[in-house]
């Protein structure tokens, strides 16, 4: 099995698990998505702190 070939089957895995968990519970699935996109924008803001020098 090539690397390229390992990707694939790890994303397609990662995939089903990611659509398996939004059906079978949607409401907690949100919540990892907000706490996602609050950690990545609190990096970003992190990251443009560090460049302005604040």
């Known amino acids: 099995m ?3 070939q ?3 089957i790890a994303l397609y895995v990662l995939t ?3 659509f398996y968990a ?6 907690r699935s ?3 998505v907000h706490l996602l996109f609050e950690a990545l924008s609190g990096s ?3 990251v443009g702190d560090l ?3 604040r």
């Not at 939004?22 to 409401?27: C, E, F, L, N, R």
């Open 2 to 4: 090539t690397l390229a």
């Open 6 to 8: 390992a990707r694939k």
């Open 16 to 18: 089903v698990a990611a």
């Open 22 to 27: 939004v059906m079978t519970s949607p409401a």
């Open 30 to 32: 949100a919540e990892f």
């Open 44 to 46: 970003a803001d992190a």
């Open 51 to 53: 460049l302005t020098g």
